[in-house]
């Protein structure tokens, strides 16, 4: 019997198909959440400690991303190229802390000019990327892996990879934020800078890991960023919003609370991907962003943990 002939044949069909691209979005939606996450992480820890808003946070993103495509590209292995990465990424933000925001909280600036620095080394350092790299976009040197059936979707060993790399560093951040001593320092300064100050607490090396380990976290992202799309020299400015977002999401200064944001808005941007082009999944941070700041400004999650 022909399949026309078979009463709601085609309905069967439509609905597999349907259930199978919706399953597709989730597992693009958790990927790319799993990279907002652990990169908006390091901006809101350097937000709740430093109390301003680092704009140049989505550039040291593409910047991890282009040192690891030259390590990558000059014969290393991945593994390799994304520790390399990492290193050169924190290297530039002790830099920048020793010599503009070390010097800036001496002298008392105000959050408004250490926001507008921030966002010229942005310009700057993203304008640097398409001076060496050129405007176009570039992917890794590693082969391409054919990837695997999963309730009708496709995962890619590099999906995977992301997925389990986020993990981890998640679990490790967990680990160094309740049982070290520079832990527990850093949550203490979000609390209150001035008490953990009098506490005998060195400020300013606390503040220094901060950078370390959020720009860590920025740079791991990115180099992850590269493994499920291509490499642009702008990719860091377009994950700011979501970065935002999951911040804001989670309630700023909470990391648990960001982790959980990012997985929401990654979620949430590929899904809206069914009803609405592709080209306008950005605008779904926006809307949720501004509604949770409407109806709820500490966060879903609420606030520093």
């Known amino acids: 019997m022909p399949k026309s002939a078979i009463p709601g044949t085609p309905t069967i069909i439509y609905i597999h198909r349907h ?27 350097i937000y709740k400690t430093l109390n301003f808003v680092n704009f140049a946070h989505g550039d040291f993103v593409a910047f991890a991303a282009y040192i690891a495509l030259f390590a ?24 920048m802390e020793k010599v503009v925001w070390l010097p800036m909280r001496r002298k008392n600036a105000s959050r408004t000019t250490l926001i507008i620095i921030s966002i010229g080394f942005a310009l700057v350092l993203r304008n640097i990327l398409v001076f060496i790299w050129g405007g176009s976009t570039r992917n890794y040197d590693i082969p391409v892996r ?8 496709t995962i890619t060993s590099n999906q995977v990879l992301v997925i389990l790399a986020a993990f981890l560093l998640v679990f490790a951040l967990h680990c160094l934020l309740s ?6 320092s850093m949550r203490a300064l979000s609390d209150n800078i001035d008490l953990a100050r009098i506490s ?26 590269g493994l499920v799309t291509a490499i642009r020299p702008d990719m860091g400015w377009y994950l700011l919003l979501p970065m ?23 979620l949430s941007q590929e899904l809206s991907t069914a009803f609405i082009p592709t080209e306008y999944k950005f605008a779904v941070s926006f809307v949720m962003m501004t509604l949770v700041l409407l109806l709820k400004p500490e966060g879903i999650f609420g606030g520093a943990k």
Do not use: H
Not at 72 to 80: F, I, R, Y
Not at 146 to 153: Q, V
């Open 72 to 95: 990558n590209t000059s014969g290393m292995c991945l593994a390799s190229a994304f520790l390399v990465a990492i290193l050169a990424t924190i290297v530039l933000g002790v830099f």
């Open 179 to 184: 049982r070290t001593k520079i832990g527990k």
């Open 19 to 45: 259930l199978y691209n919706r399953m597709q979005l989730v597992i693009n939606g958790l990927v790319i959440g799993s990279i907002i996450a652990i990169t908006a992480i390091g901006l809101s820890m």
């Open 244 to 266: 935002f977002a999951a911040v804001i999401l989670g309630g700023i200064g909470n990391p648990y609370g960001t982790i959980a944001g990012g997985i929401i808005i990654g």
């Open 146 to 153: 054919r990837g695997f059936e999963f309730f009708g979707a």
């Open 200 to 225: 005998g607490i060195d400020v300013d090396r606390v503040i220094l890991w901060t950078w370390v380990i959020g720009l860590g976290l920025a740079a791991a992202g990115g180099v992850l960023y």
